[in-house]
């Protein structure tokens, strides 16, 4: 048990913070809380910033940050609908209508792409902080989008396609958790048993000593800005088909919520550190406290970013205990 | 009054029950300069933290000036005059160097406004306790290592201290650099202060101390005087071990060499240089810091790339314009500074070893094959004798020498030609220093060609068969086997 309390301390501190939480809205809201129509919400709803999580973990393990993910997202999204909606057949076969999908999701995932190469070769080649030069992209992508729609959702999206982002496959698993679950398999196997995986937590740690023991650093940083932002595009597709539009802000409070998340789950954009098991982990406790908010009604929706706030520094502050010297001090003057 | 100024008697520090001090005694005299000598991870600095107030010590007594003192706190040690200076100086590298002398008093005395002609008078009074010249106004940080440690000296006088303790305060000097900080400090020593110095360079401590305390796992296992001890005694002392100073012996030079540079300039870094080298080879690349030679390797490694010359790897003309290049070259390069540019501290052991072999490491697809890469880090753990239980602890967790042990292991588990060594023993203590010489020869032997640069003589003449010495980026002079020598060396350098 200590050994493991010692070896897992994030998972401890996440899976005690999900305790705190559940006996607290227990009592709350027990009545509320302990229904399917709630635990479906929770399962239908973290897998969009859930995606998005996943890909930007890449950039966080790498030492580096990316704020420009759901501008992008959006942008790509919206010209991926507006690909959809001009050229959905009326009246057309299911297998027409898949392939207009097919197209415009590629269409997506190639914008989204370019976004990650903006944003790499900003940072790697020509040494921009990766704060000022992802928050500079996320303007450009937010100004596009909004000089093209005038701030308006693009509405047309595929009637199939909402069907399908609403369906349950095999009858019981929600099409976004599906999601979800894939891109967490392909994200885990990369971190965890393959060269690349084994390069990016050790160029996160030193990316000078990465390079002078012969890795690609700007190729690899590239490489991971690349599919960071394809995951987080992915995620805003998933967007699309529950508001069943595009919007140039949708979703823009999901930046500081996965940043709240990959920090909760201890993958500090210091690099070279965190687990994607504790990122899963920490995804599902942000969704509960999310879920639980919501159902005080009299409570002022705003009132939200104010706890996400808080919670981040709460977060902050145990995070340089576990990780830093605050622990270890402590331990050696006992 | 005492004939001590420091003494101390039957220190013990712990810490989380690791015994760090077990009873050490030792007595600083005044007007002299005492050694603290020993291998890292001997308790060196701890002791220090605890003379200056940072660590309270669990048991022992101190005097000071015949006094006993109960508790020390930095301040309180600061008022009794005793000052450090550690080995990142603690200098603030954007101001000039007339604020930094003049900060610490101005804090101390409480003043609240900025008078530049007070700052510029006390620093002013700084720099002529020891008669240095230098600009008030230039940038801290833009001052050689060497100039820096003397404002922090300077600095340290302006508090009337009357112990000064250097921390290792030769690690990154050139060997004039020593020799000017020597002179100060015989200077300071003759006006009545004491001074600790620590070290575990032989040769430093026979040249400048009058006392040795050496130190091994905590408790102190000589001192007196340095006089009555031989280098052979010290170094067994410090290591507990017989240490044997082999030189380099080649006995497998290829006639072919296989690696050879003609005419490579990169203007302001060097100029024209042309060397070759044999398998088999060790050969030594020395000079002053600024020499151009670092320069140079880095450009043999791709990291600094020549504006015209040729480099030639076995028989074929070759241009190495990144480290993946001379990585598939089957050249290794091992950096300067192992902190910075070696090591993932914050990483296990193991995948340090292996970070440059992943690719034999891992199939055809890029899945990595996890407990191949344990295998070949515990073999190089058995092989360099590095001192871990575990190879999958992190590599902060071991001392320099072990770090360095790292940084090699990376390079040599690869196939290689040309291994080039940046100042490989650089902070390392003499055992693992011999342990890294002893693998270099042996390797050397079997048909390695090694480059070492360096600027520590003594490890120059002894590894190497072959020595090229460089001056303001160019070639001043070659030497090989019986003319390599510390004098030939010095002769040319000056």
Known sequence: MKEFVNKNRYMTMLLGLLAVILVLFTITKGSLLWTGGTWKGIVMQFPEYGVITLGIMFCFVSGHIDMSFVALGDFASIIAVR???????????????????????????????????????????????????????????????????????????????????????????????????????????????????????????????????????????????????????????????????????????????????????????????????????????????????????????????????????????????????????????? | MSEYLLEMKGICKSFAGVRALDHVNFKVRPGKVMCLAGENGCGKSTLVKIISGVYTRDEGEVIFEGQPVTKITPAEATRMGIQVIYQDLSIFPNLTVMENLAINSEITAGVKFVNRKRWEETAKEALSKIGYNIDLYAKMGELSVADKQLVAICRALLFNAKLIIMDEPTTALTKKEVDALFTTVRQLRDSGIAIMFISHKTEEIFEISDDVCIMRNGKNVYSGLTSELTPDQFTYYMTGRELTNDRFEPKNISREPVLKVDQLTLPGNYENVTFSLRKGEILGITGLLGSGRTELALSLFGLNNPKSGTITLNGS???????????????????????????????????????????????????LKHQDILDDAQIWKEKFSIATDDVRKFASTLSGGNQQKIVLSKWLSNDLDVLILNGPTVGVDVGAKQDIHALVHELANEGLAVIIISDDLSEVVTNCNRVIVMKEGRIVGEMDGDQVTEDNILEIIR
Request: glycine share 10%; charged share 10%; with cysteine.
């Open chain 1, 83 to 334: 690909y959809m909606a001009a050229h959905t057949p009326e009246n057309g076969t299911n297998g027409q209508i898949m392939g207009v999908i097919l197209v415009g999701l590629l269409i997506a995932v190639l914008i989204g792409a370019l976004g990650g190469v903006i944003n790499g070769v900003l940072i790697a080649y020509l040494n921009i902080p990766p704060v000022m030069a992802t928050i500079a992209m996320q303007l450009v992508w937010l100004g596009l989008s909004t000089a093209l729609t005038q701030g308006y959702a693009v509405n047309g999206v595929p009637a199939l396609y909402t069907e399908i982002g609403h369906s349950n496959v095999f009858g019981f698993i929600p099409f976004p958790l599906l999601v979800f679950i894939i891109v967490f398999i392909i994200c885990a196997f990369l971190l965890k048993f393959t060269t690349y995986g084994e390069k990016l937590y050790m160029l996160g740690s030193n990316i000078k000593a990465a390079k002078f023991s012969g890795i690609n650093t700007k190729a690899m940083l590239i490489g991971t800005f690349v599919f960071a932002d394809v995951v987080a595009t992915i995620g805003c597709m998933l967007m699309v088909s529950s508001n069943n539009s595009a919007k140039a802000d949708y979703g823009t409070s999901y930046v500081m919520q996965v940043i709240l998340i990959l920090v909760l789950a201890g993958v500090l954009p210091d690099g070279g550190l965190g687990k994607i098991t504790n990122v899963v982990l920490a995804i599902v406790t942000v969704q509960i406290i999310s879920s639980c908010i919501n159902m005080f009604k009299d409570l002022n929706i705003y009132y939200a970013n104010m706890i996400w706030g808080g919670l981040l520094i709460v977060v902050l502050i145990l995070g340089t205990k576990l990780n830093g010297e605050g622990l270890i001090r402590k331990k050696k003057k006992a």
């Open chain 2, 317 to 367: 003309q070759v241009k190495i314009t990144s480290p993946m290049k001379a990585q598939k070259l089957k050249i290794g390069y091992v950096p300067e500074d192992r902190l910075t540019e070696g090591l993932c501290l914050q990483q296990p052991i193991a995948d340090n070893i292996t970070l440059a072999s992943l690719k034999r490491l891992s199939n055809a697809l890029g899945i």
